[in-house]
């Protein structure tokens, strides 16, 4: 059902975890699949330093969430906010069909952080 890549992002998931001194966190809750992804951003001078997550949902959800945060780790606020929900299902090599809203899920998680980030300022 899954590829390489997403069994590789789900059984060894890159920044599990919170950040403590975050200065961005964002939560969405997929209640079609039962997905509850949080990321916490670090952003200074404008990059994000560091970015970690928290899911709990099925795999696809755990494995978007682990590529969204190496994604985004090291971009500029700007282009983490260009990687769009497909970027996302893309550099999983692919998703079946009706977990494409558990990585849709995923991104929309970073774009809440960098907004939460945005009213912090
Ligand atoms: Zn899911």
New binding site residues.
Partial sequence: MYNDIVLDHFSDPRNVGEIADANGIGYVN?AA???KITIYIKVENNILTDVKFKTF??G??IAASSMVTVLAKGKTLSEALEIKNEDVSFALGGLPEN?L??SN?AADALHSAISDYKLRE
């Fill in positions: 997929n699949d039962g997905d949902g099925c696809a959800a977990k809203k558990c899920t």
